[in-house]
């Protein structure tokens, strides 16, 4: 069975981990898998994050998936190019003849399922990787584009989201059925993290929090969508009732400044340690083991690959 699998862009976000380590999955099955990506030029990724792209890239690629660049395969909107890349998909489709076109995310979902209805591709499939109904259009654009999703739907046979909450959102704003919706959570390589030898005492000296601390952690881009607010706000109840605990911000973005200033408005500076950059990264990418992890504003979106051992936090 051939399955063409599109995404706008490949970087370390988690729809593009998710999109390879479904078609690394399907090659190693047995399946003959196509991946159409755009260009990742957009993404500000750092040397690290575009090593582990490529090794994920590579991953795919030796368990058989062909890949096929598509520049203008843009994640910005762009008249030119959109047309350009559906008139591509379209030609790619009619070529291929696959059984299965699955989307990714807005941009691709757009254009790549409607090429694949023209083509007259048999199953069509979507998955959003979350969504653009709230936090980042203005009323009238994020209308419009609600619209658009609502009668890409109607051609769609399936819409994955990635969680319960992003489902429910859907269907509240009469994107797609309740038959056609369904919840997959996002896989997670545990092997990667789970058998690391870690002192946890002496990652928390190096982190400069005291050994007998709980540790609360959240790890993303510091935008207005990932609700880093919220928790501020809540770490101020969590402190009073349980003082020994601190508070990690791993990432960087736009509110990186004003979360800053929020948290020490109410005086938290020995207790809310907010790390950001790719050097902070890098240094508490082998911490994931001893945190409390928080989960976003669209609710738990992945899944272990197996199961969670017990670790003391």
Not at 147 to 162: C, G, L, Y
Not at 200 to 206: D, G, N
Request: hydrophobic residues 40%.
């Amino acid at each position: 069975m051939k399955v063409i699998h599109v995404v706008t862009r490949l970087d370390k976000g988690g729809s593009a981990e998710d999109t390879l380590v479904l078609v690394t999955g399907l090659g190693k099955d047995g399946y003959k898998v196509i991946l159409i990506k755009g260009p990742s030029h957009e993404s500000e990724m750092s040397m690290e994050e575009k090593r582990a792209v490529l090794m994920g890239l590579k991953a795919a690629e030796d368990s058989g998936v062909r890949t096929i660049d598509l520049p203008s395969l843009v994640r910005r909107i762009s008249l030119t190019d959109d047309l350009k890349a559906f008139w591509e998909l379209f030609q790619i489709f009619r070529k291929e003849k696959p059984y299965i076109v699955h989307t990714h995310t807005s941009k691709a979902g757009f254009l790549g399922r409607w090429a694949a209805f023209l083509a007259r591709v048999p199953t069509v499939v979507h998955t959003p990787h979350g969504h653009v109904f709230h936090g980042y259009f203005n009323a009238v654009l994020t209308k419009c584009f609600i619209i658009a999703e609502r009668i890409s739907a109607i051609i769609t046979d399936k819409i994955i989201a990635v969680s319960d909450r992003e489902k429910d959102e859907h269907l509240e704003r009469g994107v797609g059925s309740s038959k056609k919706l369904m919840t997959i959570y996002s896989a997670v390589e545990l092997d990667r993290i789970v058998d690391l030898d870690l002192d946890i005492k002496a990652k928390k000296r190096a982190l400069g929090i005291p050994e007998d601390y709980n540790v609360v952690g959240t790890i993303g881009r510091l935008v207005t969508i990932k609700g880093h607010r919220y928790l501020i706000d809540a770490a101020k109840g969590v402190i009073k009732k349980v003082p020994k605990t601190a508070f990690i911000f791993v990432g960087d973005g736009d509110l990186e400044g004003e979360l800053e200033g929020q948290a020490k408005l109410w005086g938290s500076e020995n207790i809310l340690y907010s790390l950001v950059g790719e050097a902070m990264l890098q240094r508490f990418s082998t911490h994931l083991t001893s945190l409390h992890c928080l989960l976003s504003m669209r609710g738990w979106a992945r899944s272990w690959l197996r199961p969670w051992p017990p670790v003391n936090p």
